[in-house]
Structures are given as structure tokens and as C-alpha cells.
């Protein structure tokens, strides 16, 4: 076991160091005669075991010699505080228990507890026992004492407070052997002379407080072991009752508070009761608070609210619990000397909290200080102390994340021979991590076998987790199941090998016995299951009985998602590791409707993992983790016949982002607050700007754009708490629920939700005043779909359409490769729109065109649905394409189309207009010369038309006046190069001449009357294919941030005809629109431009590329 600080504290407490260190060192008390000059010379040599055991000779009569003892005892004590062995706090306790003899007994009474090691003579503790118990010190001789132990007399019934005194210490040092060394007898005996110190202690008494402080310590070191509430409730007790007691400007009050706040913390560790941690929490903060900037504790005191702060954040998972910590122990540092005898612990205690704030927000300067850090507790570390094996092991961890991070693969390396260095220095009182040391390096093995190859880094794998297996103790729950786990996928990755088709039975072995652990209810088991579900899945293919252990471990996996006792992050594994179980679930001997339960926890949690208290890079790495939970809900509800229940997870698992920021900018609901209360309306946009800020722009250090995003999102909190509370505002803000969607469809139009599953694919067809109408589509698979995405960015690619140039640039890349886009289209007819055409009863195109938003998953998201037909093989009077039939839109989510239809249009006479903005020769970019010709046709048909329009182009558009004009412009235009970053959606945006006019900038500006973006540039409706279900793309940030409709293109246009749709596009526009331009008419007028460039170019795959890629998103 080891020792914090606050442990070794105790057992000073109270202890006039200062004094006896004093006499110690220099040795000016008077001693008797002989002994004096070789004392001297023994201190001086710092031979302490001589000078103990000259000191333990002296006669009883020996002046001062109980402060000799007192000495020896508390240098000892400092000794095990530097190496922490069982000699020097073995010697303190003998110093200590002498020492209060000489209080106990007549003169030469210590004659006979002499301590020699295997002398059979009275023990140096019985006679303390004795007396704590009420009883005599007199004992029945020994054969060898019988001369000595017929003078020892019953002690004095009226003993002074230098007794209670030394009772306390000796004790204390009995409560730290046992904290360190686990032996119960030493806490036992520490707790019947503390019992009986209160006792003997008057009430009053100015050293009552610090006794029953010490008491309810070594309770708690106690319940450490026996996990026995009855212990803990009274250490709790105790430490109250010290704090009552001690006057607020007391100097050890704070040392209380925090002693206090130590023990709660222990009792939330075992009870996981949030309440005990809060309180423990402020229990360390008020201890801070009241410590002077010199009082000794004060850095005890901040590490101790570091540690609370951590065991907080392990339960909530509170990024701001976290940064907190490391702001507490940085300052506990700081305050503390390099060579003071704890530091090297503050320096562990840093770099693991960093470790683990990494894990949140995956910030490089966070791991890389973690190990610089870890590295200084390792140097500050006296050799052969026990702790130094843990902090290679912690040093081992950091350098594994950061490899995770960058790849660098020293860092493995370096992880591995960190690990191993722990292994080294693993002791005998230590063995209990070995099983733990030998898994993590087997991890890391595997680690650098993918990254190398090496065969040999397998074999030791497999070699060492058996050797783990064999170390685990008889009974050990927790740790079993993570080497069975760990054992079986290293034997799997061997297995993956050729010629090692041998060890596959041996790992089916040890998962099938972690199954039996996991069904045993252990706390962990939603890790334990998410770890086997990952083992179980890399195999499935290979063997079915591998089926038969998925099915048995299908109600631990329901248990633990829908568990709410489990961590949150622990739970989403799970579900997550349970969507491996589709093949099974899906096959005709299970029943689907089973999971129902699990994947509504699972979209529950979604909004956990990707909260807004998480920075846009975190929530992006969940949601890669967690990209595919909702349509896996979705085809399981769709399987269940349970329609609502499938559009209700699609709308909350999907779009994540947008969702959260939609509801930031959303100002709609704000004129109604406003009216309520004008100050709380400006405090949330206000707020609401800064959160859109730390979302796109740069800060002086990334770790400072966390706690700013952090504390912004507090703030937001308590803001929606705040307006909730009030009964007309209890869902402000709040997500649309399904019935409200439903009874919000557009009154003209039919909205299509197609989902993309590995196993099924399915359309559910949504109209105002239908019930919803499950299509499935059995035609289309996911693999399908994917092969059609990926044979199209093929194909785009050899076409040399990825970015919009000039004429000459174009045709020197112009290749055909692979399937081509008639194929692809083609596939889609036949595979998925004609299915829904035909599911719908339109066999014919019908006399007016219908109106259908597409609102697709999956990689049917980055396919132009909305062009789907064949184009190769017409034949006459047969309609074969679905602009035949119907004007097609896109939308994000349902949400985000009911939203803009309810939100009132705001085109006012003043901003009725269109800015256009151009870039043909844009720096460092290639020049698309076609846009200076697009803005020219497009003005003169708006001007001629009497529609306002300002054209900014090359110089003239930059980003400050770019942005300054759009809020006078309901319409705006831009014909330049266009950046999508996936990684950060608000960063992306479009080429002006100075530089990019972000989103977060158009975001910013929260724009009044925003009515129509035409997006005629580069790719801009297209997202990232590792996020299909966020719609992490130009478009749907346009729509985010005000515009009500959004044309766009899928890929490159062609730099001849982008003026010849553009120009179409508007003038079919105006004639559609009463007054000025409406875009409620932009899929029309985008419909009618597309297809006359399609009848005057034909079907061939030139003209394909020219039209198909334009796309309207929106109203």
C-alpha cells in the first residue's frame, strides 16, 4: 500500500519536531557521563542504529533519555519518509512505545523490553496494550525476566497529558506501518491507544481536536482494508467533532478540514455517492482557503483537493473537475522545495492527471507534459523506494497515448522499456501490480507489432499475459477478466497470423471464461464487455460458434447498457461493442426488438460523449467512435416494425454538431425571452458568440482554448437553467420531440429518410397528415452503397474535376476510370429511388412534378441520389430518372427543415438583394477565370429584373467587407475556391482575396433575413466521409447559420457551364418569385436550369458531370 502525504502527516502531528531534531543533531542535552562523546560521535557519523541502540542501554535514570528516544523516534520517522522501508518505521514505533514506557513504569522497568530481534522476551508492545485496556502493566514473568518484571507496578491512575501524548504517536506510527504494510494487528493496537488517549483527555483539552482527528485516520485506514461502513461513518464522525472544536483561525484547522475531506473521499470510492465527493471537495477548497501562503500544509492541503477533484471527474467525467486538479497541484509545486521528500509524488500525481485529461481532449501538449513530468517524479525518486516501479508504469502509459497520438514509434518503444523497467523494480510487497505491469506490456507489444511487424514483440505477448493469468490471486474480480481479455486478443493477433491457426480454440477458452466473469455482476463488466466484443469480432468470420458465445453474452451487454451505476463512458462501450452483435441479431434464430432497450441508453448517452462542454476536436474524435450507434438503433427499430422510434434516433444520433450550434445561434426564440427579460436575452447571445468563437478561432495555446471553452459552457448552463425555470421557457432550447416533427411536415412535399445499415437498408416515407411509411429496401446494401461512393470518387478523381479551374487545366486531366457516373446512377435508380417511386405509386412521372427532401445516411449520403435514372440506355415514352418525377432538395436532419419552415422569413424591402462575391484569380489558389463571366450574366438578369446586387470581385472582396455586407443582402453569391475542414466545421470557408471568410465568421454575425446562399464553388455540399451522419459540409453550415435555402455542388463544376446554370438558375427565380427573390423557389428554378443544360448536352458522361453535381439544400 502506499502513502500520500496527508498519511504521513499524522504521524508527525503534534510532535515538537523542531526541538527534538535540535537535540538530535547537536547534541547539547547533558548526557550521562561515558556515553556522551560516543553519542557525539555517532551522530555526527550518522550511524543512527548505534546511537538507537546506545540510547536504548542508558539507564532508565539517564537524564533526559526519554528525549533521546523521542529523537531517535522522529528521525527514524523521517528516514521512512524518504525510503519508506519497514526498518525505519519498525524502529520508529520501537523509539515511540520506549519512549512511553518511561511514563508507564518505575525506574529500569525498559530494562526488560529490551527489543532484540528473536529474543523470546516480553514484546515492546504489551505493556502499552495492557494499559490502553484498562488493565496492569504487571506481567507473569518469563523464566529469563524474572529478576525485572517483579518491579514493574500498576500505573498511575492519574496520568498526565505527556502520556496521552506519546500514546497518540506511538499510535500513529502503528497507523501508518499498517497503511503501508497492511498488517491488521498494527492498525488494531493503533486504534485501542487512540480510544484510549480520548479518554484520558479532559474535554477542552487544546489537544482534543487533534486527537480525534488522528482516531478517525486510522479509521479510515482501517475501512481501507476491511471495507466495513461501521468504521468509516465513525472516522467521519470523529473529524467532525475535531472541526467543531478548533476555533476558525486555528492553525491546524485547516490540516482538520482536510483530513476530514480525505475520509469522505474515501467513502465515495467505495459507495461511488456523489454527495461524499461534492463535500470533500469543499471540505479541501475551504482547507486551501484558510491555510496561509506559509503555513507547512497548505501544499498537502491543495494535493489533496487535486485528488478529490479526480475522483470526481472519474465519476462525472467534468473536463472542468480535471483542469481544476491540475491547476491545484501545480500550485502544491510550486510551493513545495525540489529536494522535499514528497515531491517526486506531486510530480506523479501531475503527470497522471494530465494523462487522463489527455484521454478527454486528446491536446499534445498535454501528453508530452505528462511525460516530461513523470519523468522528473522517476529522477526525484530515491532508489529502491516502492513507489518508483508505479511511476515507470504511469511513465509507460503516457508514452503509449502519445503514440496513439502521432504514431512516433520511439514512443512505443520508449513505452516498452518503461514498463519493463517496472517489472524490474517490482517488490514482494508490490507483486499484487505485477499481474497489471505484464498486461500493460503486452499491450504495448501488440502496440508495436502492428506499427513493425516484428514477430518476436508477438511471441513475448503471449509469452507474459500467460504469465499475468497465472500471478492473478484466487478471488481477484476486477483484474481477471482484464488478463483473460488481453490474453485472448494476443492470442487472437497470432492467430491472425499464417500458421498459428492452433491458438484460436486457446483464446475462444479465456473468452468464454470472461463471459462466466462478466456474468458474474462485477462493476466493471461494461469494459470487460466491450474488450471481448472487440476480441469476438475480429474472428467471427472464422467459426460459428463464435456465434453461440455472441448470443450467451447478449443479456450482460442489455445489463450494462441500460445500467446507470455504470461509468457513462464504460456504458457507451458497451453499446458500442454491442452493435458487433448485428450479424447475430439480425439472423433468422434472434429476435431484434431485444436490443430496443440497449440502443435507446445508447442514443441517450450520445449527447454525453459529444456534450458541448467538450471542444469541437474532441467531440468529432467521439463521434468517429460512435458514428454508426444511430442507424444501428434506427434498422433494429425499422426491423421491430418501430417507425417513430427510428426517425426519433436518427434526429437525435445524427448531426450532432450542427444540432448543438443551431441551438446557440437559433435567435428566433430569443425575441420571446427578450420580452420577458432583456438582460438574460443579451446574456445568452452574448455567450452563445463566444461559443461559436472558441469553435473557430485561435488562441494563444490550445490548453487555453479548452478552459475558456469550459468556462463559457458553465456559464451557457446556468443561463438555460435559469430560463427554464420559468414555466412559459421550460423547453427553450431544447431538442424538437418526434410528434412535433410529424405535425410540422411541409403541407407540399414528402420528406425521404433512407438508412444505411450493414445489415438491412430501409426508406421511411414522411408526409403532413400520413401516418410515416416504411419502405425497405432490399436492393441496397451498405457494401453497395460504399463500393458506389467510392467508385465515384474514382471516377472523379481520372476526371480531374476535385477543383474548379480553368479550361485548359481541366482538359489536360480529363481521363475515365472505372465504373463510370451513368453506372453509378443507374445503380441508384433501380436499387433505391425507383423502389421508393414504386412503394409510393408513382410508376409515372405525375402531371406536376413532386417535391422530396432526401435526408440520407451513411455513404448513400455522398451519392446524387437526386439524379438517379438511366442515362445510358433510354427508351422513348418510358420515364427512367428521377428528375422526371420529382424536384429533389436535401436536408441534414428532419429538424433542420421543420426549423427554417417554422422560422418566419424576414426579407425586408431594405436587405432584399444579392451580393455577389467573385475570386478568379485568387493568391496561391488556381485561377477560375469562368467567374468573372457568371457574375456578369448573373447582375445583368437581377439588374435588369430591378433586384438589388453589389459585386465584389479579385481585390475588392475581402473578408472585412465581405462580411460587413451580407447583413444588407438577403441572397449572397460566391464564385471562388471554397476549404471544408472536417476537422474543425467552423473553420471551413471560402477563398476571398486576404484570406478564408469563415463559418464561425457568418455564424458571428447572426444575420437577419438571410434568405438564399448560391454556394459556385468547389465542392461544397461535400462532408466527411468519416462522419457521414454529421453532414460536416459547406452547405449545412450555411444553413446554420441563418440562410433558409443553400444551392451547392457535390464536386468541382465545370468553369464553361457554372455561368450558363447560374444565369438560368436566377432568371427562373424572378419569374417564380412574386416580389423580388424568394427561395422557396430555388429547387424549382435549380430543377429547370439543371435539365435544360442536360437536354441541350445530352446523356453522355461529360454532360453528366456538368449538371449532376449541383444540389439545393434547404427549404
Known amino acids: 500500500m502506499g502513502l500520500t502525504e496527508m498519511d504521513l502527516y499524522f504521524v508527525n502531528e503534534h510532535t515538537d519536531l523542531p526541538k527534538v531534531r535540535l537535540k538530535f543533531n547537536v547534541a547539547i542535552i547533558p548526557l550521562d557521563g561515558s556515553y556522551s562523546e560516543e553519542i557525539l560521535k555517532s551522530i555526527l557519523t550518522k550511524d543512527s542504529e548505534r546511537l538507537f541502540s546506545m540510547v536504548q542501554d542508558l539507564p532508565d535514570t539517564s537524564f533526559n533519555k526519554r528525549d533521546f528516544l523521542d529523537a531517535c523516534g522522529a528521525h527514524f520517522l523521517e528516514c521512512f519518509k524518504k525510503s519508506q522501508s519497514k526498518e525505519s518505521i519498525h524502529n520508529n514505533i520501537l523509539a515511540n512505545s520506549l519512549s512511553l514506557l518511561l511514563f508507564l513504569a518505575e525506574p529500569n522497568a525498559l530494562l526488560n523490553f529490551r527489543y532484540k530481534p528473536g529474543r523470546p522476551s516480553i514484546h515492546f508492545l504489551e505493556a502499552p496494550m495492557l494499559f490502553a485496556s484498562g488493565g496492569s502493566i504487571y506481567q507473569e514473568p518469563n523464566l529469563d525476566d524474572i529478576g525485572q518484571t517483579d518491579k514493574l507496578e500498576k500505573a498511575q491512575a492519574d496520568i498526565d497529558s505527556g502520556i496521552a501524548f506519546r500514546l497518540n504517536a506511538l499510535a500513529k506510527s502503528l497507523a501508518t506501518c499498517f497503511q503501508h504494510f497492511a498488517k491488521l494487528e498494527d492498525v488494531a493496537r493503533a486504534l485501542s491507544f487512540q480510544h484510549k488517549v480520548v479518554q484520558l483527555t479532559p474535554v477542552g483539552h487544546p489537544k482534543m481536536p487533534g486527537y480525534l482527528s488522528d482516531l478517525g485516520t486510522s479509521l479510515r485506514r482501517l475501512f481501507s482494508r476491511a471495507k466495513d461502513l461501521t468504521d468509516i461513518s465513525e472516522a467521519i464522525l470523529f473529524q467532525r467533532k475535531a472541526i467543531q472544536l478548533t476555533p476558525d483561525d486555528h492553525p491546524s484547522r485547516p490540516i482538520y478540514l482536510c483530513s476530514l475531506g480525505t475520509t469522505l473521499q474515501s467513502r465515495f470510492l467505495h459507495s461511488g455517492e456523489l454527495v461524499d465527493i461534492n463535500e470533500a471537495i469543499s471540505l479541501h477548497q475551504k482547507a486551501v482557503n484558510l491555510a496561509s501562503k506559509d503555513h507547512p500544509y497548505l501544499s498537502t492541503c491543495l494535493s489533496e483537493l487535486g485528488s478529490s477533484l479526480l475522483h470526481r471527474y472519474s465519476n462525472t467525467e467534468d473536463i472542468s473537475d480535471i483542469s481544476a486538479a491540475i491547476t491545484s497541484v501545480r500550485k502544491a509545486i510550486q510551493l513545495t522545495t525540489k529536494d522535499h521528500w514528497f515531491m517526486h509524488a506531486y510530480f506523479f500525481q501531475l503527470g497522471t492527471a494530465l494523462q487522463r485529461r489527455f484521454a478527454q481532449t486528446r491536446l499534445l501538449e498535454d501528453i508530452s507534459e505528462s511525460i516530461s513530468v513523470l519523468e522528473e517524479a522517476i529522477q526525484a525518486t530515491p532508489e529502491g523506494h516502492p513507489s518508483k516501479a508505479g511511476y515507470f508504469s504511469s511513465l509507460a502509459t503516457s508514452y503509449r497515448l502519445r503514440f496513439s497520438r502521432t504514431s512516433v514509434f520511439v514512443d512505443i518503444s520508449k513505452a516498452i522499456s518503461s514498463l519493463e523497467g517496472a517489472v524490474r523494480l517490482t517488490t514482494e510487497e508490490d507483486d499484487e501490480n505485477l499481474p497489471t505491469r505484464l498486461s500493460d506490456l503486452v499491450t504495448s507489444l501488440l502496440q508495436r507489432f502492428s506499427s513493425s511487424g516484428e514477430l518476436a514483440d508477438i511471441s513475448e505477448a503471449v509469452n507474459l499475459q500467460k504469465k499475468a493469468v497465472q500471478l492473478i490471486p484466487v478471488g481477484d474480480s476486477y483484474g481477471t477478466p482484464i488478463y483473460i481479455t488481453n490474453l485472448a486478443n494476443s492470442l487472437q493477433t497470432r492467430f491472425s497470423l499464417p500458421e498459428e491457426h492452433a491458438s484460436d480454440e486457446e483464446g475462444m477458452s479465456f473468452e468464454r471464461k470472461l463471459l462466466e466473469l462478466a456474468a458474474s455482476g462485477h462493476s466493471g463488466v461494461a469494459q470487460f464487455l466491450s474488450l471481448l466484443a472487440l476480441s469476438l469480432s475480429h474472428r467471427l468470420d472464422h467459426t460459428q460458434e463464435l456465434v453461440e458465445v455472441f448470443t450467451a453474452s447478449s443479456k450482460q451487454y442489455f445489463a450494462a447498457a441500460e445500467s446507470t451505476s455504470q461509468n457513462p463512458s464504460d456504458r457507451f462501450n458497451a453499446i458500442s461493442a454491442m452493435s458487433l452483435m448485428d450479424r447475430v441479431a439480425f439472423s433468422p434464430r434472434y429476435n431484434p426488438s431485444q436490443l430496443l432497450g440497449a440502443h435507446h441508453a445508447a442514443i441517450q448517452l450520445i449527447s454525453h460523449v459529444a456534450g458541448l462542454e467538450k471542444t469541437f476536436d474532441k467531440r468529432r474524435n467521439n463521434l468517429l467512435d460512435i458514428s454508426t450507434v444511430s442507424s444501428s438503433a434506427a434498422a433494429h427499430a425499422f426491423a421491430s416494425g418501430e417507425l417513430e422510434m427510428a426517425l426519433e434516433w436518427l434526429e437525435q444520433g445524427r448531426c450532432i454538431v450542427w444540432s448543438q450550434l443551431n441551438n446557440i445561434v437559433d435567435i428566433n426564440p430569443l425575441e420571446a425571452i427578450r420580452r420577458y427579460d432583456s438582460d438574460t436575452a443579451d446574456d445568452i447571445m452574448k455567450i452563445s458568440a463566444g461559443l461559436v468563437n472558441a469553435g473557430g478561432q485561435k488562441s494563444s495555446s490550445l490548453q487555453e482554448e479548452v478552459v475558456a471553452h469550459l468556462r463559457l459552457v458553465h456559464k451557457w448552463d446556468r443561463l438555460l437553467t435559469k430560463v427554464r425555470n420559468v414555466p412559459d421557457f421550460k423547453d427553450f432550447m431544447k431538442s424538437t420531440p418526434t410528434w412535433s416533427l410529424l405535425s410540422s411536415l411541409p403541407m407540399d412535399g414528402i420528406i425521404i429518410v433512407i438508412n444505411a445499415h450493414r445489415d438491412r437498408c430501409d426508406a421511411l416515407v414522411l408526409r403532413s397528415r400520413f401516418e410515416p411509411f416504411h419502405i425497405p429496401l432490399p436492393q441496397i446494401s451498405y457494401n453497395k452503397a460504399e463500393n458506389l461512393r467510392n467508385a465515384l470518387k474514382a471516377h472523379l478523381r481520372g476526371s480531374g474535376v476535385r477543383m474548379r479551374e480553368s479550361r485548359a487545366e481541366v482538359a489536360r486531366g480529363m481521363r475515365y476510370e472505372g465504373t463510370s457516373v451513368s453506372r453509378i446512377l443507374s445503380t441508384l435508380w433501380t436499387t433505391v429511388v425507383k423502389p421508393i417511386l414504386d412503394g409510393l405509386g408513382y410508376t409515372e412521372p405525375p402531371p406536376n412534378l413532386l417535391r422530396i427532401w432526401w435526408c440520407a445516411t451513411g455513404p448513400l449520403a455522398f451519392l446524387p441520389i437526386h439524379a438517379a435514372g438511366i442515362y445510358d440506355d433510354v427508351k422513348p415514352g418510358i420515364a427512367s430518372t428521377l428528375p422526371d418525377f420529382a424536384v429533389s432538395s436535401y436536408t441534414p436532419t428532419v429538424r433542420t427543415l421543420v426549423d427554417i419552415m417554422k422560422a418566419p422569413r424576414e426579407v425586408r424591402e431594405g436587405n432584399s438583394g444579392v451580393l455577389m462575391i467573385s475570386q478568379p484569380d485568387t493568391p496561391h ?61 467552423l473553420k471551413s470557408g471560402f477563398a476571398l482575396y486576404d484570406g478564408p471568410l469563415e463559418l464561425s465568421s457568418i455564424i458571428r454575425e447572426r444575420l437577419v433575413g438571410a434568405d438564399l446562399a448560391f454556394l459556385s464553388a468547389c465542392q461544397t455540399s461535400a462532408g466527411d466521409e468519416k462522419l457521414s451522419e454529421e453532414a460536416v459540409h459547406l452547405a449545412a453550415g450555411m444553413l446554420a447559420a441563418g440562410y433558409r435555402s443553400a444551392v451547392a455542388t457535390m464536386w468541382s463544376i465545370n468553369d464553361i457551364y457554372g455561368p450558363r446554370i447560374a444565369e438560368d438558375f436566377y432568371v427562373n427565380l424572378i419569374n417564380d418569385s412574386e416580389e423580388g427573390l424568394d427561395s422557396r423557389y430555388a429547387a424549382s428554378a435549380l430543377h429547370v436550369a439543371t435539365q435544360n443544360l442536360r437536354k441541350s448536352l445530352g446523356n453522355s458522361e461529360s454532360a453528366l458531370l456538368s449538371w449532376v453535381p449541383y444540389v439545393h439544400f434547404g427549404l
Open 925 to 985: 489558389l488556381p485561377r477560375i477565370p469562368g467567374t468573372t463571366e457568371e457574375v456578369r450574366r448573373v447582375e445583368q438578369q437581377l439588374r435588369s429584373h430591378k433586384v438589388r446586387v453589389l459585386c465584389l470581385e479579385s481585390a475588392a472582396a475581402t473578408v472585412g467587407l465581405g462580411i460587413s455586407k451580407m447583413n444588407a443582402y438577403s441572397c449572397i453569391h460566391l464564385a471562388c475556391h471554397a476549404h471544408q475542414d472536417t476537422e474543425k466545421p
